[in-house]
T-cell receptor, first 116, second 119 residues
Framework: DGGITQSPKYLFRKEGQNVTLSCEQN?????MYWYRQDPGQGLRLIYY???????QKGDIAEGYSVSREKKESFPLTVTSAQKNPTAFYLC???????????????FGEGSWLTVV | AQSVTQLDSHVSVSEGTPVLLRCNYS??????LFWYVQHPNKGLQLLLK??????LVKGINGFEAEFKKSETSFHLTKPSAHMSDAAEYFC?????????????????FGTGTQLKVEL
């Protein structure tokens, strides 16, 4: 079945470490996104990519980095510069803007990152 | 600029009674509007979306929402709640002008409404 796979589901990070969250999709979507979700808050956009080898900062990009070397993959690295990384991270994808989807975004199951 | 306000952070209903989750939006252009549902420790699942066609939108699991431009609202309803409906619900707005001018598929999420369904 087509979908978005995030791994790992749970990840623990020590102070000063970089960690990478994986996101793979087989929906043939050009656009991919990373969101952060904190308890009691909506989702906030970290980075998005509309096409391979291109990505843009979202609203809270500081302390994060991404790459988009393949259409199917959009990994997120949480660097040591991110001072409060404990959160639920959601990867998403959509077909390109301008096409007839109503710009629906499809989400993965999420990854929990905890600083220990 | 676009924004979305979910008027209730928590809603509690009895099983079999109607559900109403309220959402108001602000958008400087013609918006697309969505409702997503999230079960604990899961991703978001699309319930329904409005994209300038019929103002009454029917979604999955018996949910529907009505786009009211004059009231800038997009409330989510269901005639009869089921225990499995207990989850968090997010109202989302997307300003299509941002999309058309190259700003990407930028969504603005409400802060969510936690729906509790009691026996």
């Amino acid at each position: 079945d087509g979908g978005i796979t995030q791994s790992p589901k749970y990840l623990f990070r020590k102070e000063g470490q970089n960690v990478t969250l994986s996101c793979e999709q087989n929906l043939n979507h050009d656009a991919m996104y990373w969101y952060r979700q904190d308890p009691g808050q909506g989702l906030r956009l970290i980075y998005y990519s509309q096409i391979v080898n291109d990505f843009q900062k979202g609203d809270i990009a500081e302390g994060y980095s991404v790459s988009r070397e393949k259409k199917e993959s959009f990994p997120l690295t949480v660097t040591s510069a991110q001072k409060n990384p404990t959160a639920f991270y959601l990867c998403a994808s959509s077909i390109p803007q301008g096409e007839g989807s109503g710009n629906t975004i499809y989400f993965g199951e999420g990854s929990w990152l905890t600083v220990v | 600029a676009q924004s979305v306000t979910q008027l209730d952070s928590h809603v509690s209903v009895s099983e079999g009674t109607p559900v109403l989750l309220r959402c108001n939006y602000s958008s400087s252009y013609s918006p697309s509007l969505f409702w997503y549902v999230q079960h604990p420790n899961k991703g978001l699942q699309l319930l329904l979306k409005y994209t300038s066609a019929a103002t009454l939108v029917k979604g999955i699991n018996g949910f529907e929402a009505e786009f009211k431009k004059s009231e800038t609202s997009f409330h989510l309803t269901k005639p009869s709640a089921h225990m499995s409906d207990a989850a968090e619900y997010f109202c989302v707005v997307s300003d299509r002008r941002i999309i058309l001018t190259g700003g990407g598929n930028k969504l603005t999420f409400g802060t969510g409404t936690q729906l509790k369904v009691e026996l």
